[in-house]
Every structure is written in structure tokens, then in C-alpha cells.
């Protein structure tokens, strides 16, 4: 088949972005044509991907989703056997969605009739309205949840994937065979200081500043964060908070980087207080590679740190203070190895790596929807 995959922004630091391109990855294999449509792409994009960008002059960004929407359909129509959406758009066969239901968020009256809402509203009513045919691919209980109760979505369109880790990206060696090491020094970090490591791109949502603060009262560790590039809006965010509580010189801007394992072998913690994420696959990423956790209620994938044993969650409501009393926990040398022993094997135990052939297998044949559930 010949199969469009649309997605705004192609990085290679974000979760979403990994899924699309390892899901596009998986069909070529089987033997399909695959086009990856975006606006922009930033980093290193896998050699053997075909990704074609769409021009987009929007000022606003819920212009610019809106503008790639309807610029996908009139690429796409009549042009390919299936056309599969990394975000909400339009005109979709298969939904992938790593986003909350916004219509079941509460707003104030102004954000109420704003032009943002209504455009976000209307992208996505197009997939999860009752009557469409689009097939939707969740990744968390509480997101079908919330569309089914605001859309009146059809059951049978809609399906849970598995956890969605990409075997390839677990590397728990590299924490033994000399990477660990080679990286520590490449960063400039002493054998004797904590790293802490930071995957994000969204400052605030993922908790940016909650880290900056707690870095402040632990005097000896270090951050580093990937996935913001120096010389952005976020960077000139993240750095104004750390110069905000005194402790930029020990934070360092990694941009989008493609060796995440490396970095996780060589860093002692994964900070990610986040206000929410529907998953949150670098909390699993980080486990599977001997990386402990530190992390909040909010993120879906939360709960396999506390089934893995190797990490801390910090429950609902998030106090600044309870996250120092994580990072208090997670102090002595030897709890944090058996939190690495403890997500290592975890790795091995449990079932984590086929969410991305089983929404090849929907894709493929959107009727497989509801079997093997």
C-alpha cells in the first residue's frame, strides 16, 4: 500500500515523533511505501525515511495545525490507500493520539470562544465525533475514557495500544561497557557528581522549572536536558528560570540528540515532574535502561515506576517539597543502584515493546481494531 503519515513537527527528541518514524519504519519493512508529510523537522531523521514538507505561512499556531490539516487532505486525496494522523487533523483513516481530550477540559469563559479552541475543537470532533470513520489509537485508559464521555465515540473505533518502547532503544549495557563513562566526560561531569537528565520540549508542561528549583537545594548535582536547543524560546525560557534560582552554570542545553540510551546510561536520575503527560515513554525508556525515575501522578506511564520499584512518584497534588523529599530518597548510592538492578529487570519481565507492531497491524487493516485487545 501506499500510506500517508502526518504529523506537524518531525524531531527527533520527542516521543510521538520516535513512534511515527518507528511505526513508518515497521510498514517499509513489511513492504509499504510510506510518506511521512510534516510542516518542519528538526535534528537527525533516520536515513530511509521519505518526509516531504508542507509550506505553512500561519502566524498562530492553532492556524498553523489548522493550515497543515487541510493541506495534508489536498495532498493525500486520492493519492494514497490510507492517510494516518500523528496528531489531530482531518480527513483521517487512522488516528495515533498522544493528546488529552480537550473538549473535556474545563476553560474560562474567554478561552471558551476563542478562535484557538474552536479550531482545536474542530480538528478534533473530525476524528472522535460519533458517525466518523476514523480509526483511533490511544495510549491510556483515562484518554478513551474522556473522549467516549464528550464524543460519544463508537467503541470499535477506538483501542488501547500496548506500552509502545521500541526494542532497539534498550541498552542497559551502556551503564557497564565504558559509555556510561565516555559520555560523563564528553559532558563534562566528574565521576563523583549526580547527573540529573531532563527529556523535554515543552518546558512548563513537563516541569521544567520544578527541576531548576529542586537543583537549587541539592548543591552538588548537575542537569542536563535534551530536546531544547540553544537560542529557542524554550532555551530562553529554561535559562531565565535557572539564572532565576542561581543555578544555570550547572545546566546544560543538549538540543535534539539521537543517542537518548547513552544519555540515560550516563546520567544518575530521569527529572520528569511533569503537569501532565498521557504517557510519558521516557519514564519507560529510562527504566528499561537502569536510568531510576523521579516523576509525578500525572504522567500515564507513572505507575510502572512504582511496579518496577526503581524510582519515586510524586502523588496529586505536586508540592515542590515532596520532590525534594524524592531526591532525599534517592541520595545514597546504593539506593539508586538497586532502583537501576530493579527497572533493568523490569525491562526483561514485562511487556513493553509491542505497541508499535500492533498499530502497524491496525494501519495495516483498521478492522484489527477490536481484535487481540
Request: aromatic share 6%.
Amino acid at each position: 500500500m501506499k500510506i500517508a503519515f502526518a504529523i506537524v513537527t518531525l524531531f527527533s527528541a520527542g516521543g510521538l515523533q520516535r513512534d511515527c518514524m518507528a511505526i513508518a519504519s515497521r510498514l517499509m519493512a513489511r513492504g509499504h511505501e510510506v510518506t511521512i508529510f510534516a510542516e518542519r523537522k528538526k535534528g537527525e531523521i533516520p536515513e530511509g525515511l521519505h518526509v516531504e514538507l508542507l509550506p505553512n505561512r500561519a502566524f498562530s499556531n492553532h492556524r498553523r495545525d489548522l493550515t497543515f490539516a487541510e493541506a495534508v487532505v489536498e495532498r493525500c486525496e486520492g493519492r494514497f490507500d490510507r492517510v494516518v494522523g500523528f496528531g489531530k487533523l482531518l480527513g483521517l483513516d487512522v488516528l495515533y493520539c498522544a493528546d488529552p481530550c480537550l473538549a473535556a477540559r474545563r476553560v474560562g469563559w474567554l478561552a471558551k470562544w476563542s478562535a484557538r479552541r474552536r479550531i482545536q475543537l474542530l480538528l478534533e470532533a473530525d476524528s472522535f465525533r460519533q458517525g466518523q470513520k476514523t480509526a483511533c489509537m490511544l495510549l491510556s485508559e483515562n484518554q478513551a475514557r474522556d473522549f467516549r464521555s464528550v464524543w460519544s465515540t463508537e467503541p470499535d473505533r477506538i483501542t488501547i495500544l500496548p506500552p509502545t518502547i521500541d526494542p532497539g532503544r534498550r541498552h542497559a549495557e551502556y551503564r557497564t561497557d565504558g559509555t556510561r563513562e565516555r559520555l560523563r566526560e564528553g559532558l563534562g561531569i566528574a565521576a563523583t557528581d549526580q547527573l540529573w537528565l531532563a527529556i523535554a520540549n515543552q518546558p512548563s508542561v513537563k516541569g521544567l522549572d520544578r527541576t531548576l528549583t529542586a537543583l537549587k537545594e541539592s548543591g552538588s548535582a548537575r542537569l542536563v536536558i535534551a530536546g531544547i536547543k540553544q537560542g529557542t524560546k524554550q532555551a530562553g525560557q529554561v535559562l531565565s528560570w535557572a539564572r532565576g534560582v542561581s543555578v544555570a552554570d550547572r545546566v546544560q542545553l543538549l538540543g535534539f540528540r539521537a543517542d537518548i540510551p547513552e544519555l540515560m546510561a550516563a546520567a544518575d536520575l530521569l527529572l520528569h515532574p511533569a503537569r501532565y503527560d498521557t504517557t510519558g515513554t521516557v519514564i519507560l525508556e529510562s527504566l528499561i535502561n537502569g536510568l531510576p525515575v523521579i516523576t509525578t501522578a500525572e504522567c500515564g506511564y507513572a505507575p510502572h515506576v512504582v511496579k518496577a520499584k526503581a524510582g519515586q512518584v510524586i502523588s496529586t497534588p505536586f508540592t515542590q517539597e515532596a520532590l525534594t523529599a524524592a531526591l532525599a530518597a534517592a541520595a545514597p548510592d546504593s539506593q539508586r543502584d538497586r532502583w537501576s538492578a530493579n527497572g533493568i529487570a523490569y525491562g526483561v519481565a514485562e511487556d513493553l515493546y509491542r505497541g508499535l507492531d500492533r498499530a502497524a497491524d491496525i494501519i495495516e487493516n483498521p478492522e484489527r481494531l477490536t481484535a487481540g485487545r
